[in-house]
T-cell receptor
């Protein structure tokens, strides 16, 4: 089955720093989503991005489907950005739209 | 627009017991997926329901079962609980349309502890 790899696994930043998180996937996908999981476990949708580039405030994402990777950019990081960032891909499995997840990048932003 | 809700938020059970977790999908959505997330791992797909029928299943034994109701809400049932079933159980709703991928939105999860 499809493999999803995220890097780096852990990241520590000082408030105000920028960062880039990467997601590689091993096969073609219908869609890709980025999530932020807060310390209480809630998954927050960041981007639904099968291809191209999107921006939302300090966050932006780019997916290059032909090269099977996606990047999440966080600029001017804040302590509230801390948590785990997941990339999940939607496989081309007919009508079964299940998400296959990476292991996440654990981000800690220090004041 | 009402988001995805789950109940209960926390639950403690003992080995061998049975548990039912509930999920109300987001308004306008017709598909519910269930995921299990162990500590330090990404979520793992359990199964998906569309129009009250199971529409795909991950590598979980038959003691994991589910239902979807006419209002698109859903239940996850786990029989004969094992210690390894301790995890965060996440419900996601989406609107299935056409042949393309559909964005999934998650509830806050139910944290199950099996003693």
């Amino acid at each position: 089955g499809i493999q999803v790899e995220q890097s780096p696994p852990d990241l520590i930043l000082q408030e105000g720093a920028n960062s880039t998180l990467r997601c590689n996937f091993s096969d073609s996908v219908n869609n890709l989503q980025w999530f932020h999981q807060n310390p209480w476990g809630q998954l927050i949708n960041l981007f639904y991005i099968p291809s191209g580039t999107k921006q939302n405030g300090r966050l932006s994402a780019t997916t290059v489907a032909t090269e099977r990777y996606s990047l999440l950019y966080i600029s001017s990081s804040q302590t509230t950005d801390s948590g785990v960032y997941f990339c999940a891909v939607d496989t081309d499995a007919g009508n079964n739209r299940k998400l296959i997840w990476g292991l996440g990048t654990s981000l800690a932003v220090n004041p | 627009e009402t988001g995805v809700t789950q109940s209960p938020t926390h639950l403690i059970k003992t080995r061998g017991q049975q548990v039912t977790l509930r999920c109300s999908s987001q308004s306008g959505h017709n598909t519910v997926s269930w995921y299990q997330q162990a500590l330090g791992q990404g979520p793992q797909f359990i199964f998906q329901y569309y129009r009250e029928e199971e529409n795909g299943r991950g590598n979980f034994p038959p003691r994991f079962s589910g239902l979807q109701f006419p209002n698109y809400s859903s239940e996850l049932n786990v029989n004969a609980l094992e210690l390894d079933d301790s995890a965060l159980y996440l419900c996601a709703s989406s609107l299935r349309s056409g042949g393309m991928g559909n964005e999934q939105f998650f509830g806050p999860g139910t944290r199950l502890t099996v003693l």
